[in-house]
Nanobody
Framework: QLQLVESGGGLVQPGGSLRLSCAAS????????IGWFRQAPGKEREGVSCISRSGGSTNYADSVKGRFTISRDNAKNTVYLEMNSLKPEDTAIYYC????????????????????WGQGTQVTVSS
């Protein structure tokens, strides 16, 4: 059974940090670009970051540049999103997804270009 499972979300104070994990079972993540997305209540799902199959190309939303870092550990079949200096506006459900249409060195943060999604993990930034 193919599964993507996000974990690592929770409640954190402004300025704090979290590391989200996206673990795959039933297939290997290193064959795909992986994206992280988020959806806040009443808002559309938006792209946060992505990482290419090679791992050498990454892309970030302007709102998270310099604060978030995406990485992949193919040996663990897991992609991470390190989130620092968190702000209340980062509060959302965070999803990871597989992008099968990208070449080895590319990715984009377009929601509609991702095929398979995890169930999401809640991140709440509040004092």
């Amino acid at each position: 059974q193919l599964q993507l499972v996000e974990s690592g979300g929770g409640l954190v104070q402004p300025g704090g940090s979290l590391r989200l994990s996206c673990a795959a079972s039933g297939f290997t993540l290193d064959s795909y670009a992986i994206g992280w997305f988020r959806q806040a209540p009443g808002k559309e799902r938006e792209g946060v970051s992505c990482i290419s199959r090679s791992g050498g190309s990454t892309n970030y939303a302007d709102s998270v540049k310099g604060r978030f870092t995406i990485s992949r550990d193919n040996a663990k079949n897991t992609v991470y999103l390190e989130m620092n200096s968190l702000k209340p506006e980062d509060t959302a459900i965070y999803y990871c997804a597989v992008g099968s249409s990208y070449g080895y060195y590319s990715c984009r943060k377009s929601v509609h270009e991702y095929d398979y999604w995890g169930q999401g993990t809640q991140v709440t930034v509040s004092s």
